[in-house]
């Protein structure tokens, strides 16, 4: 008999969200919780587009390099962005998808510093680029939308923290869990057994610091539990 999930698989700051949503598999519910909090609000997106200009990028392209210098902040109008960083071997490590409403780029603007990041469009995209005297010019003017970058720019220091504590999980379980309930929030539709995450297990293992073996033999331990189902470039979260 397949043992079932201990309680320590989930950290206890998921917990809630684990039971109300990853449950109950509702992505669209899961994805617009985090969107609301990690997406400008409408009135700075208006002030925001009154000093940008609206770029296309097809699938694909790089719109920013880890490294590069940059003087431009970008808004996701339309699309999904692809965040990652390199690792010392090479390789590509997932961090995140970025979703319409957010912006990126606000600490290597203000700081005049470099992308710690790279930027690949996954789907055709709209992005606003904001160039930084515009965009002093705009926070010196309107200090709701200073506040809401605030926001954004304190949401991401959250978010580094949250990952780096996912990251130093020492069990493979917990780890490869947390990184499936972030990925749940950026890249996920609901499917009719439970939430269909569209990644694949090398990007999965990418995301969660670990080898695709060991990623690969966790999934398989969670399917057999009947936690998830594994697909094609997809895993499902199954409703409980």
């Known amino acids: 008999m397949v043992p079932p999930l201990s309680h320590s698989l989930k950290p206890s700051r998921l917990e809630d969200t684990r039971n109300s949503v990853v449950k109950a598999g509702d992505s669209k519910v899961f994805t617009n919780a985090w969107a609301e909090s990690a997406a400008l609000t409408a009135s700075s997106v208006q002030a925001l587009k009154s000093v ?49 409403g957010e912006i990126s780029g606000l600490s290597s603007v203000f700081a005049e510093t470099t992308s710690p990041t790279d930027l690949v469009s996954a789907t055709p995209s709209q992005v606003l680029h904001i160039e930084r005297t515009r965009l002093i010019d705009l926070i010196s003017r309107d200090s709701v939308v200073a506040v809401d970058l605030l926001r954004i720019l304190g949401l991401r220091i959250n978010q580094l923290l949250d990952t780096l504590a996912d990251q130093r999980m020492h069990s493979m379980e917990q780890r490869v869990w947390a990184t499936l309930e ?46 998830i189902r594994l697909g094609y470039r997809n895993i499902v979260l199954l409703r409980q």
């Open 52 to 100: 940008g200009v609206l770029r296309h990028w097809n699938e694909g392209q790089v719109v920013l390099s880890r490294g590069q210098p940059t003087s431009t902040a970008l808004l996701l109008m339309k699309g999904r962005l692809r965040v990652s960083v390199p690792t010392p071997e090479g390789e590509e490590q997932l961090l995140r998808w970025m979703l319409p």
């Open 182 to 227: 972030r990925i749940a929030k950026f890249n996920s539709v609901t499917v009719a057994d439970g939430m269909m995450l569209r990644v694949s297990q090398t990007d999965l293992a990418q995301a969660a610091s670990a080898s695709r073996q060991r990623v690969n033999q966790q999934l398989r331990q969670f399917q057999a539990r009947g936690l």
